[in-house]
């Protein structure tokens, strides 16, 4: 009867892939299969490996791969790289096969894995669905996974077209408080990052940090990756800074145009203020809407205020002179009588022009460039 | 053969993972999925923790994390939180480890779950998959998700820039009737808010609402998130408030010139009327199509009003001189054989200008900063 | 060796959670779950209710909670409803929990559910996979899912902004030929609709339709949800018709301007007609393209057709003007020698303007608001 | 023993579902699960129905429901259609329920189910997972699905807005060769479609094709789906060709103004110019950008060749004039001394006028709605 | 009893589907089912096919499909391509069916495959769920699946509308070090391409490379594919090239028109500088935004200097001479009383114009399609 038993509880044990240790021992060489089996007989994965003491370490590291994005709309940028945990669960320690420094287990759902999450992630993909889990003679797992995430990071673009922002990832247990489990970086140089492919940015700073965060319901462990990005401003100077110095630059040209000819004068400032519109409206769409300046949109409003003033300087030219010329020819209506009136409007507006208003051009032809030298210092330096 | 009985028995009760009370008395230390799998032993999944009883009551929380969209065009939001619910179920009680305050399980597809829904929401993401559910010695069981949902709010853009909208989560359960679940808030501090990341509004509120809905199914229980929402009109004045009001400023201007240089004045309110269609192009991209007026658009209106009245007041005094002059040449025709057309109309025109379209002029240097002002304060103060 | 056999038995019958009916009985009080195992006993998912019967009547029911968009553009709409489905198995009759109504069971793969779908379609989304499925005592079944659709519906714009269109969903069967399911709308009232969140339309009509369509795999029965939705049109009176009113009448003001002032007239009508343009490229993005003109697309073209008869209408005075001095100055060209060239011309077009052109311009006056008024007549009559 | 044996393996037998047919037939009547599992029994999925024989026939047929959007852009398609699969399986051959036609299962994993899939889609889509597995008595199998896909197709736009292009869906079998597997149109009209929602196209043409491809990895049977859209151009006549006609219409009416009035002739042709190209930008963003011109694009271009000839001719006036009167001066320098510049220079201005100009002028009036007669002659018979 | 146990034993392998190689010799023709259960017993699939031994060769090959779009904004490619591994598996050696050379498998789960993924991946789509797994008699084994792929490459459009870039695809294995697992190019021509529906594009090369990556967790085997790609420039010619020349072209008819009629050249220059503007405003969002200077940039950028050019050299002829007739003006002043002002002026003029001017404009007619010819050819050759 004890033959019967045996036989069933063997072919139990077979059903369920249980080889207990006496057998495996007895077979010639195991089989990977067969050892997994083994190690998960009796394994609880609801426990962590330090169950009922300390908590457990998981030491993380990170190597970026690209950073395809940084959205300066919605303060979002996307991420890709490789994450990886390394923690000791001595439950998973095995001796049996010597040989080998490590095994490659494609079952995650089996045993305990630390249950990170990335905080301020909206969407996170992982694109062919790869992991890696190595189970190493000592007890010590390697987790590794790809990540493509899209993520939220408050950034400051009050310098914004050489703004130098850093973005951040949050990474927290979520079900295991900072008692139960413990998150670290693995070392100082476990944020890596391929900068190979981020053409917009220049990487300044890769920093770690580790905090421990309070909520509701306990209190959690967390890590930071912090990467400071320093925008690559030359795309700005080419498309919005240079055309606008131009433009800025051909302004003053009307200050030596005769402001008789006030179709020339006034064709040229109003075409330069279009093209300087047309222009900005064309890399608008581009830019952060913010409830601040940035320095950019510094930049843009004072150009329109040069355009501005420009056309206001030769609105006064008239503006002085109508005036005048009205109570010139008030006092001397009689004597116009001969004389067309064009021409002593013109002599008067010659005169006019000698008098006040060529004055105002030949003050502007200096103070423009004058101001505007000042205000790109100002601006510059600051 | 009753030891063959037995051995069966306990074989199919280890295929099964239950461990009956009695074996597991026996054994030093039960793990945590031993447990597990005898506390569901005999658990009836389908029936809701107070079966044949009271409704369950199940207390909800939320802790909102961040608000990356408020979109004013779908009049919808998106939101971040972690939502939690904490109920009772005397079967979940387990005295046996007596050292553990509570166990945390990553299974929720074996025990009863409260089976809530967000109304109102058209798409609900968990990005990373997490979730708590944790089991008191006591019966009392916690769950915990992170959503990022999409949902939508009605909300009113009559005081656009500086509007102030309610945006509302409501959460009901799918299948649960009153009578057999009751949703609460857990207590008047249960919705929280980390506003770090919330940069484009003031949050001004946040309150929490119950009720009871009626539907063709039965009653349910339903609990509302309410936040509500200052908007920060920065943006909007530096981008739409200050270009228009720097423009009809400069269209002032024109009162100055003399009504005689056709081509300055006119060339002045065009290019200005130019430039604010295409300031407003700009940024009506980002602004909602409403079937009704925002304090916005009323403000760019009423912009558009006071630059084409300038525009009007400027053609008023060609149409005033036009015509008059006509009469006037119709009754002096004969006289003007002798001296130049454009010198004699021009001094009529003279004449007309000092008589009646200066007048105009010098009217609306007064009546146009007089009305603009009044428009100002009427505007800002309602 | 019965008792083994009996013990056996028993074993399997847990193993598979079948309770036979004696020992149910036997048992004090059964669980739901214990129930809901004794009725899928026996179950066969394959067959509909009434296999080698009459057709299977399925009444649906839907209230619809939100109808997010309507794209015009895509002639497609998204609608967010709850949808029910009720019919009779009796096979799913248990009379065994007496103090019991029904039960919700939340386990659809088990037994048989029509297989109803959306023929117009084109994605569908349950956004927190909710469903309620509701066994009554005496066999009847409620199964009731909340969906987030996107369907097309070709709909008709030649009346655009006040278009009143007909949104449809058909809901059909798809395996089961209309002599094994037939699909019928529960009662009059059964498609609701919740009008809270519907901004941009006024709900006119919600009707229900049942029919048979025949396809090459055979008949099918099929039901349509029909709403009428009459579009708010205060939007486009806001952003289109208001302002081509108001350019249309300032365009008339060019009429009492002295021809002679040719910069000021045509400087007033070209700005009004690119402002035209500029206020039309503006909204354009976000009306159809369609073959066929619109009520909208109708008045802009008629709109812009009266800013082109005022440009020449002006055109017309100068060319006939053109003519006429050329003529006259070849007649004259001895006389001419004397007297300068422009004063001469300008007192013949002076003549020509009192009696030609001046009198076009009269007359424009007067035909152009009443053809104006004629048209809108017309327009809003028709 | 024995019964303890049998009764051992009859619980197995019920375990996994296989009712012998011994013992099916001593029931009364088997419902279509037992059926349906006796099927099952001994079928290999793995095995094509005529394994180790002839390729097995899959005869396919399409009815098409909706075609919602053709990208000109992307040269991609999307496609809503019924797609059916009919072939002979003799395993599931069941003569066994003698009252039924033909019985629907809604499982398709367990037998085998012919690989197609469609070479140029990109995305594909069941947006209710709705499916049909008919298996009739004799053994043929009917496999229904709904399909929503987006695919690529080359199209040719060089006759853009009157277009006739041909989307092809191509369809194959992943894994199995043309020895194995043949894909076959069930007949000439399996290929159905459903216009009713069909707005943007008049459908020239629906063809079905059939041939072998071969790859690294064998032959393979494939089917292609033909269906030949003719746009309707309307939308494009009336938001394209329409204005532009128009526009160039009006550039003609500068040859009647006297060239002297040169801002009114330089106004109406600007602003003409200024028009057409916010027009064309208008509707721009919707055409495809391409490698080649197309009809539309051809005509565009041609319309502004008109309208910059109109402009070139007024400049070839003036320069022309110009040159003249510039010698003339220099010629005639002492006697201008007396009379004005202005008078004189008009004067030969009139006679250079009535002299060359005014013949371009008069030339123009005939020549270029001759030209325009011409070319459009030629762009609508070619 | 034994006879219990065997048919205990027989019972349970039946179950599990394992039927001994003595039964399956037994049976006259066992079913690939069979055959592939047999060869599935004992197969440890967490090892692989050279487990402790030699790394394992997979060679790869790829045949792509379609490249629906190389997105030049965010410098990614969209790629449709058939992806094949093969490899060698002793263990699934099958003599046993000898009449056929290779059996195809639909379960990819059950045995061992390597774990590529593309690194430089950011989205991966199976859009059919199809693959082939072809077993062949002697161990080798055939693993092909079709991916729709979104990957980013880094590109250089220095030369952008002629720009020639290499897209590149890193192939990976994700868990197995350089040791365990090499990566292999099938041959040279495993890189195949379907030009047919690459409209864009010219494709100049493609060329496979291997390497060894060096990461923290290991060294790994990587392939690439390299695909260069050449644009078709016509788009750009006909969109960009060929207005702007036309408009450069016309802005010198500007030289042969009288300085004077400044109305006409100043509305020719400005007329042209706006419809460049338009024209590059209407295809500048299809354009990369890059921190560098591209081929097409310069480009437009020196037709604007050219135009703006043009516009400078007009103001410049009216600088020079209204400096200079004030300079007369003021010494001539008391002669000037008696002949009109406007008369004496331009005569002064016409002397400037004659003079100074229209040198520059003669010079100008020759120097600017000098320049724009040795510009050309610059840009050209470059």
Redesign the interface.
Same mark, same amino acid.
């Given at each position: 009867?004890n @033959?019967?038993?045996t %036989? %069933?509880?063997l072919?139990?044990l077979?059903?369920?892939g249980i080889v207990c240790n006496v057998n495996s021992a007895a077979m010639p060489q195991p089989? =990977?299969? &067969?050892l997994?089996k083994s190690l998960l007989f009796?394994y609880?994965?609801? &426990?962590r490996p330090t169950?009922?003491g300390d908590p457990v370490t998981v030491e993380v590291?990170m190597?970026i791969?690209?950073i395809? @994005?940084v959205n300066i709309k919605?303060?979002?940028f996307?991420m890709?790289f490789?994450f990886?945990m390394r923690w000791h669960d001595d439950r998973l320690r095995c001796e049996l096969f010597a040989?080998?420094e490590y095994?490659?287990?494609?079952y995650k759902k089996e045993i305990w894995v630390p249950?990170l999450?990335? =905080?301020?992630?909206?969407? =996170?993909?992982n694109?062919?669905s790869?992991?890696?889990?190595?189970l190493y003679k000592d007890g010590r797992v390697?987790y590794?996974t790809?990540y =493509?995430?899209r993520a939220?990071s408050?950034m400051d673009f009050k310098n914004f077209p050489t703004d130098e922002n850093m973005i951040r990832l949050d990474i927290e247990s979520?079900?295991?408080t900072s008692d139960k489990m413990m998150i670290k970086w693995q070392s100082k140089q476990s944020l890596?990052l391929n900068s &190979?492919?981020i053409?917009?940015f220049i990487i300044k700073n890769l920093t770690t940090r580790e905090s421990v965060i309070h909520?509701?319901?306990g209190s959690y462990s967390r890590v930071y990756a912090q990467i400071t990005l320093k925008r690559?401003?030359?795309?700005y100077i080419?498309?919005a800074y240079l055309p606008l110095i131009?433009v800025v630059l051909?302004s003053w !040209?009307s200050f030596?145009?005769?402001p008789k000819?006030?179709? !020339?004068r006034?064709?040229?400032l109003?075409?330069l !203020?279009?093209?300087a519109?047309?222009?900005? !409206?064309?890399?608008?769409?581009?830019l952060p @809407?913010?409830?601040?300046?940035t320095s950019l949109?510094n930049w843009i409003s004072l150009h329109f205020v040069f355009l501005?003033s420009a056309?206001?300087e030769f609105?006064l030219i008239?503006?002085i002179?109508?005036?005048r010329?009205?109570q010139y020819?008030?006092e001397h209506e009689i004597e116009?009588k001969v004389e067309?009136?064009?021409?002593s409007t +013109?002599?008067k507006f010659?005169n006019c022009l +000698?008098g006040t208003s060529?004055r105002l051009d030949l003050a502007s032809r200096v103070l423009f460039p004058g101001f505007y030298i000042l205000f790109n210092i100002i601006y510059w330096v600051a």
């Open positions: 009867m @033959k019967l038993a %036989l %069933l509880l072919l139990f077979c059903h369920h089989s =990977v299969d &067969e997994w009796n609880s994965r609801l &426990e169950f009922r590291s190597y791969l690209d395809p @994005k919605t303060m979002s996307e890709d490789y990886r040989d080998l095994i490659d287990v494609p249950d999450f990335f =905080v301020n992630a909206q969407e =996170v993909h694109p062919n790869n992991f890696l889990l190595r390697l590794s790809r =493509v995430i939220r408050i979520y079900a295991y890596g &190979e492919r053409t917009d909520l509701s319901t690559r401003g030359q795309l080419i498309s131009v051909m !040209l030596w145009i005769n000819l006030i179709i !020339l006034l064709g040229l109003v075409t !203020l279009l093209l519109a047309l222009c900005v !409206l064309g890399f608008d769409t581009e @809407k913010l409830a601040y300046a949109s501005s056309l206001v609105m008239h503006m002179w109508g005036r010329s009205i020819l008030q116009d067309g009136e064009t021409e +013109c002599q010659r +000698c060529s």
